[in-house]
């Protein structure tokens, strides 16, 4: 065994054990749609007195943190995005009413003095406020002598003794204190029963209270800082929950709640089982067709698939990625496209193996190892290209798509390039795997090789005939988003889209025609599967979905929120917006990267055929009905990495061939390098398909659509990356003046001043 395959063999052990140990020692960490809970977004908007800069945000959230934290809710996460946003998850909550008034509320609270009786409810910039009492009778009240700031501590208890039912009692810092006791000592000067003898507490514009100063207390003494009591006619909850917002400080700026998304534990748990069966079917399908296709080299690349589910996983567990569900979709895609490294190498061993008599099956394997890379690598970067732009302009869940399909790319990479090359080199040492054709699988050309060999088709002929195919194609697609429309998910268009389990069945008709007599006439229903419904309305609060929750269990018996997702209207237009703005960064990357690595002919035919998928799919979703949502996006630059990986590989053997043979037209070269690809595609698009189809089948509602959009764009990209790319390329290169690409030289075969010098005692002779 050589160096280099001892060194492969060491590492991938190495690597292997510790992703094992973490593996058995350490839990993922799930996203809300995967355990349950609520997410929300909340946007700052400036104040009167301050701007809603990263500072001010940060000191809003900690505020949030404390009062979150009061509430009693396990393990909440809150994190800061962008310069005014805050992200606020909450496992276990189901309903999150009580949780996004008490986030929400301001809670600006003020002591002032009260001026007397009140004629009208305006401010004025000498008169203070002028406010209604608990009572409605407005009062006349001085400027705020005191804020929730000066407060150190409060506290809800029951006064039974003295009859003022629930209180809450203050506790006020050093300073505060003392201007406590002199507002309450100014307001003692007053005769009893005056109202300027009242000190009114006001929460949000609002007179929560307004007590006399007892006549006990002497003019110009007060009350201490550690024995007010806030009285009113609070219950037990609204006393807690007054307490908590003082104590808990009052926001530096007014927050919105743009964004919130509820999940039942029950939907996270089925996803998460049945993603767990699409991924063992799909990967053991996988491994036996590349078993059967390439014999126990095919069978040693199933090894390496099952490594790589291990590393990879374990690289997710160990980053602490949250994993949600579009990131599990992820995971189990990335088992499919781990396989096509080894199916690249593998095909190039065979050429070697068929073109080279007399080779040996070890040096065959190295060839192809060394041939495929520049393919391997240009492939996984477009589709790593296109995991940043899910992460970077990507929203919620899909931000982990992006992330576990990136590790995935990473790892199926190590996976083919060291623990597969580890197992097929110590396997092509072996002189019974050498001798015997039928067990290796590369000493065989394979059937399709052979056919197309046999045949020889000559596809590009007439180029023009299959550009004209693409563009009836994209003719019915366009049509299809013109005639049918495209079906914007609320991501997009904002509003609320909310998935009810009732114990009895309820039709469509009937849960619409009770919601219009509710009141809820805008309300869209639909089927949500397994007999759910789905209710999808414009602007509605929380309580409005308690009420309309209320209105569909009377028909259906016990009713339970599967899900809900509430999108505002701004973040519909941002996410929108972002949206169109990954599609544009994705085609220009894309075409930045293949200008610079290709001919440019070559890379606006691979971005043309790129532009020709997304139609394509946007088309066929649209003919379809199916919603366009943050999930499709995924989709979606998935299939735009797929299909450049795809035109990437055909054009790669192009230069390749044509560096070799220069003269001959590019025509010819094209032809020979798409049937040398074939079955590489054909290959690698079947391993794909076997875990889509699994998603699809196994995957729930939750992943239908995301599968069935990876269907159409991997089908669609492997009909565009030969016959769109391809005949665009050739129609370019008739007008370009570009040379052909030079053949590379052969490592030590330079000549004249950079020629490497023969050691004077090496005669030049080699057995």
């Not at 089925?270 to 991924?279: E, F, G, K, M, P």
């Not at 293949?594 to 055929?609: H, I, K, N, Q």
Request: proline residues 4%; aromatic residues 6%; contains cysteine.
């Amino acid at each position: 065994m050589t160096r280099a395959t001892t060194v492969r063999a060491v590492l991938a052990a190495a690597v292997l054990l510790v992703s094992v140990l973490i593996t058995l020692t350490m839990s993922p960490r799930l996203g809300l749609d995967l355990q349950g809970g609520t997410r929300m977004v909340l946007q700052a908007t400036d104040s009167a007195t301050t701007k809603a800069d990263r500072e001010s945000t940060d000191r809003t959230l900690e505020v949030l943190r404390r009062r979150i934290d009061s509430l009693g809710v396990a393990e909440p996460t809150l994190t800061r995005s962008g310069e005014d946003r805050i992200i606020v998850e909450l496992p276990d909550v189901q309903d999150p009413r009580k949780a996004a008034e008490v986030i929400g509320r301001t809670a600006q609270l003020s002591f002032h003095a009260v001026q007397g009786p009140g004629t009208e409810q305006k401010q004025g910039k000498a008169a203070g406020l002028t406010l209604p009492d608990e009572e409605g009778r407005p009062l006349a009240l001085g400027p705020a002598r005191l804020t929730g700031a000066g407060v150190k501590d409060a506290g809800a208890s029951f006064d039974a003794q003295q009859g003022a039912g629930w209180t809450v009692a203050l506790d006020f810092h050093k300073g505060a204190g003392r201007d406590w006791t002199r507002l309450t000592g100014q307001a003692a000067c007053h005769p009893a029963q005056d109202e300027r003898r009242r000190v009114a507490i006001v929460l949000d514009d609002q007179v929560i209270s307004s007590p006399q100063v007892a006549p006990s207390v002497g003019c110009n003494v007060g009350l201490p800082s550690g024995s007010t009591q806030i009285t009113g006619s609070f219950g037990a909850d609204e006393a807690r929950d007054l307490a908590l917002l003082i104590k808990g400080g009052a926001l530096p700026l007014p927050v919105e709640i743009v964004e919130q998304r509820t999940v039942g534990p029950t939907l996270g748990a089925a996803a998460i089982d049945a993603s767990a069966r699409a991924a063992l079917i799909g990967a053991a399908a996988t491994a036996l067709f590349i078993t059967f296709v390439y014999r126990l080299f095919g069978a040693l690349a199933a090894v390496a698939l099952a490594a790589y589910g291990v590393v990879s996983y374990a690289a997710l567990v160990a980053l602490g990625v949250t994993l949600t569900l579009p990131g599990l979709a992820g995971f189990v895609l990335a088992i499919g496209m781990a396989v096509d490294a080894n199916v690249l190498v593998f095909e190039r061993a065979r050429e070697e193996y068929a073109e080279r008599s007399g080779r040996s099956l070890r040096s065959a394997m190295t060839a192809g190892f060394r041939n495929a890379w520049s393919a391997v690598a240009d492939s996984n970067v477009t589709t790593l290209i296109a995991a940043g732009l899910l992460f970077f302009l990507g929203s919620g869940p899909v931000k982990g798509f992006g992330v576990t399909l990136a590790i995935g790319v990473l790892a199926s990479m190590f996976s083919a390039l060291v623990i597969a090359r580890a197992l097929t080199e110590i396997a092509s040492r072996s002189r019974f795997v050498g001798d015997y054709r039928g067990v290796n699988g590369i000493a065989r050309p394979g059937r399709v090789r052979t056919w197309l060999a046999r045949r020889d088709p000559q596809l590009f002929r007439s180029p023009r005939r299959w550009l004209l195919i693409s563009t009836a194609l994209i003719t019915v697609a366009v049509l299809g988003i013109v005639v049918r429309g495209v079906n914007l998910g609320v991501e997009f268009t904002g509003g609320r889209l909310v998935e009810y389990s009732t114990s009895r069945p309820v039709d469509v008709e009937t849960a619409r025609t009770v919601l219009a007599g509710a009141g809820f006439g805008d309300a869209e229903v639909t089927t949500a599967g397994a007999g759910d419904l789905s209710v999808r309305t414009g602007d509605l609060d929380n309580h409005e979905e308690h009420a309309l929750r209320a209105v569909l269990a009377e028909e259906g018996g016990q009713t339970t929120k599967v899900r809900d997702e509430l999108i505002g209207p701004s973040l519909g237009d941002e996410l929108r917006r972002n949206a169109l703005i990954a599609l544009a960064v994705a085609v220009l990357v894309q075409l930045a990267y293949l200008a610079v690595r290709f001919r440019w002919t070559f890379a606006l035919a691979s971005v043309a055929a790129l532009v020709h998928d997304v139609v394509l799919l946007v088309g066929a979703f649209a003919w379809l009905g199916r919603t366009v949502d943050g999930i499709f996006l995924a989709a979606l630059l998935t299939v735009i990495g797929y299909s450049v990986n795809d035109s990437v590989v055909v054009f790669d053997r192009v230069r390749e061939l044509w560096a070799k043979a220069r003269r001959e037209s590019v025509t010819t070269i094209a032809n020979r390098a798409v049937l040398q690809t074939v079955p590489r595609t054909v290959n690698t698009g079947m391993g794909a398909l076997f875990i889509l189809a699994a998603l699809a089948v196994l995957g729930g509602d939750s992943l239908a659509d995301f599968a069935l959009a990876l269907l159409i764009g991997i089908c669609v990209g492997t009909y565009s990356s030969v016959l769109t790319a391809v005949p665009v390329a050739l129609t370019l290169e008739r007008s370009s003046k570009t040379p052909p690409p030079a053949r590379k030289r052969a490592p030590g075969r330079t000549s004249g001043a950079g020629a490497k010098r023969r050691d004077p005692r090496d005669n030049g002779a080699r057995v």
